[in-house]
């Protein structure tokens, strides 16, 4: 069975851009979660989307969005980026709303200059 | 604000040597997960502790949940070069779920 699949690995954007990540769940899997991980405040969570609707959202403004399709992949968007907004972006993929397993992939590593 | 505290922060030892690594919180978890990060990559879930009290073995590593649920360990016995890595312990369920803010593990050959 594939894994959490995240396009693209890498990204370099400048500031007042907007970007989209991408993000395959394992086949089977209802759930995606999304998390951004910088050196300073560690692994934090953005949201999760289950049923193409947003079920939770962390502490982020409103700059990050996401949706989730019909075939439970997902994207997540960030618009007008600010230099704080490096890091890498993990998208985790759950069997279920709520559980307590989440599966990640290998990221995506976004630098604004 | 990090629920989950995690310590030490950075351990580096020799090959061979035993370690433990500890994640503590103020609150009580249904269960707990422990994954590792490799630089670059996402984090791989090791482990699941659901009972308080609970130990699970993975070769040559053995994580206890805490008997009131709100701290766990990780026991590395006989490191080796490979277990180098960030551990992570998590917390929560997939819609609110929290991090630790790591231990980075280099064990030297």
């Known amino acids: 069975k594939a894994g959490v699949t995240q396009t693209p690995r890498y990204l370099i954007k400048t500031r007042g851009q907007q970007v989209t990540l991408s993000c395959s769940p394992i086949?089977?899997?209802?759930?995606v979660s999304w998390y951004q991980q910088t050196p300073g405040q560690g692994l934090q969570f953005l949201f999760e989307y289950f049923s193409e609707t947003q079920r939770n959202k962390g502490n982020f403004p409103g700059r990050f969005s996401g949706r989730q399709f019909s075939n439970s992949r997902s994207e997540m968007n960030v618009s007008t980026l600010e230099l704080g907004d490096s890091a890498l972006y993990l998208c985790?993929?759950?069997?279920?709303?709520?559980?307590?397993?989440?599966?990640f992939g290998q990221g995506t590593r976004l630098t604004v200059v | 604000t990090q629920l989950l505290e995690q310590s030490p922060q950075f351990l580096s030892i020799q090959e061979g040597e035993n370690l433990t690594v500890y994640c503590n919180s103020s609150?009580?978890?249904?269960?707990l997960q422990w994954y590792r990060q490799e630089p670059g990559e996402g984090p791989v879930l090791l482990v699941t502790v659901v009972t308080g009290g609970e130990v699970k073995k993975l070769k040559r590593l053995t994580f206890q949940f805490g008997d009131a649920r709100k701290d766990s360990s990780l026991h590395i016995t006989a490191a080796q070069p490979g277990d180098t890595g960030l551990y992570l312990c998590?917390?929560?369920?997939?819609?609110?779920?929290?991090f630790g803010a790591g231990t980075r593990l280099t064990v030297k050959p």
């Open positions: 985790a993929s759950s069997l279920d709303l709520g559980v307590t397993e989440a599966f």
């Open positions: 998590a917390g929560g369920r997939s819609h609110d779920m929290r």
């Open positions: 609150s009580v978890f249904s269960s």
């Open positions: 086949s089977g899997h209802r759930s």
